[in-house]
C-alpha cells in the first residue's frame, strides 16, 4: 500500500468541526482511500472510504482532492467521544492479496476539550 | 449482531511459557486478519486467513507464532516460547468476502511477558 503522511496530532473544541488532513502523493488509481480511528482501549473503528468522490455517513465526511494525492476526514461536530487516533490508510482494490491487508501509519490524535 | 470477540483480554505469562490467544470473528466473515501492536510501534499485520486457508502469513514474525483456523470459524494465535518483545496488543479483524473491504476488529488482547 502506499504511504500516507498525517499530523502527529490536532486539537479540537467540543462541538466544533474538525478537519483531518492526509497526504498520499503516490497514490495508484486503483487505491481506495479508508479511515480508521482507534478509541482508547478499544480495537480499529472503520470511519469511512472513498475512492474519487467526496463521501457521507453518519460518522463523518470524507472530501477527496480533485488529483487524490490528498483527502480530510471531516467530522461536523466533535464530541468528546471522538478523541480517538484517526489512521488514513490506502488499500489497492485491485486483485489479488495487495487489498488485503491494512498498513497503518501513526495516525492522527485527536484530542477534544470540553 | 456480535462483534468480533478476542480472548482473554489480558494474559501476563513469563518468559519462555507458551500462550494462547483466541479470535472469534463475525459469523459468515471468510476473512480473518491477526495484528498487533508491539510497544511504542505501530499496529503490524500479522497474517490473514480466508476460510481455514492462511492466505498471506507475511507479517508473522518468526517460527515462534502459529495461528490455526480450524474449520473456518473461530482461529487462534499461539505463541510458544513467549520472548519480552511478544509483550503488546494483539488484535483480530474479519471481513466478508469483498477485496478492500472494511474489517471489523475485536478489542484485542494484552500480553506482557515478564
Known amino acids: 500500500d502506499a504511504k500516507t503522511t498525517q499530523p502527529n496530532s490536532m486539537e479540537s473544541n467540543e462541538e466544533e468541526p474538525v478537519h483531518l488532513p492526509c497526504n498520499h502523493s503516490?497514490?495508484?488509481?486503483?487505491?481506495?482511500i479508508h479511515w480508521y480511528r482507534q478509541l482508547p482501549s478499544q480495537g480499529p473503528e472503520y470511519v469511512i472510504h472513498?475512492?474519487?468522490s467526496n463521501v457521507n455517513n453518519r460518522m463523518a465526511s470524507l472530501a477527496i482532492a480533485e488529483d487524490r494525492k490528498s483527502s480530510t476526514l471531516i467530522l461536523h461536530r466533535a464530541t468528546l467521544r471522538d478523541a480517538a487516533v484517526y489512521y488514513c490508510?490506502?488499500?489497492?482494490?485491485?486483485?489479488?492479496?495487495?487489498?488485503?491487508?491494512?498498513?497503518f501509519g501513526g495516525g492522527t490524535r485527536l484530542m477534544v476539550k470540553p | 449482531e456480535a462483534g468480533v470477540t478476542q480472548f482473554p483480554s489480558h494474559s501476563v505469562i513469563e518468559k519462555g511459557q507458551t500462550v494462547t490467544l483466541r479470535c472469534d470473528p463475525i459469523s459468515g466473515h471468510d476473512n480473518l486478519y491477526w495484528y498487533r501492536r508491539v510497544m511504542g510501534k505501530e499496529i503490524k499485520f500479522l497474517l490473514h486467513f480466508v476460510k481455514e486457508s492462511k492466505q498471506d502469513e507475511s507479517g508473522m514474525p518468526n517460527n515462534r507464532f502459529l495461528a490455526e483456523r480450524t474449520g473456518g470459524t473461530y482461529s487462534t494465535l499461539k505463541v510458544q516460547p513467549a520472548e519480552l518483545e511478544d509483550s503488546g496488543v494483539y488484535f483480530c479483524?474479519?471481513?466478508?468476502?469483498?477485496?478492500?473491504?472494511?474489517?471489523?476488529f475485536g478489542p484485542g488482547t494484552r500480553l506482557t511477558v515478564t
Open positions: 472513498g475512492l474519487t
Open positions: 490508510i490506502l488499500r489497492d482494490r485491485g486483485i489479488g492479496n495487495a487489498g488485503n491487508m491494512l498498513t
Open positions: 503516490t497514490i495508484s488509481g486503483t487505491d481506495y
Open positions: 479483524a474479519s471481513s466478508p468476502g469483498t477485496v478492500a473491504g472494511r474489517q471489523y
